[in-house]
Nanobody, 127 residues
Framework: QVQLVESGGGLVQAGDSLRLSCAAS????????MAWFRQTPGYEREFVAA????????NYADSVKGRFTISRDNAKIAVYLQMNSLKPEDTAVYFC????????????????????WGQGAQVTVSS
């Protein structure tokens, strides 16, 4: 079991940067594949980025590739999402997710592949 708490959301202008943090509980954090998803009202939750247990492999949605970077600090039991060159279409609630199962890896982009979720952090990008 792991609990996830996101922070760092806010209101920014187009072109700005923002860093989301996800603090996790539990001593087995390094065993989890971690990911970020986002959701806007009326739409399904969509995959943003994923990071392997070791931090050596990543996967990004095409819409954020080259602008967003996912990273983790296993010592601090945290995962981050650095978002640069933000666009109004990045406006959403961002969710941190963790997967304990061995069948989930960085190529897993469906919500069903993840076991634990944070409560979400609002990111609003104004034009």
């Amino acid at each position: 079991q792991v609990q996830l708490v996101e922070s760092g959301g806010g209101l920014v202008q187009a072109g700005d940067s923002l860093r989301l943090s996800c603090a996790a509980s539990g001593r087995t954090f390094s065993r989890y594949t971690m990911a970020w998803f986002r959701q806007t009202p009326g739409y399904e939750r969509e995959f943003v980025a994923a990071l392997s247990r070791s931090g050596g492999s990543t996967n990004y949605a095409d819409s954020v590739k080259g602008r967003f970077t996912i990273s983790r600090d296993n010592a601090k039991i945290a995962v981050y999402l650095q978002m640069n060159s933000l666009k109004p279409e990045d406006t959403a609630v961002y969710f941190c997710a963790a997967a304990a199962r061995i069948t989930t890896d960085v190529l897993t982009t469906t919500i069903e592949g993840y076991d634990f979720w944070g409560q979400g952090a609002q990111v609003t990008v104004s034009s």
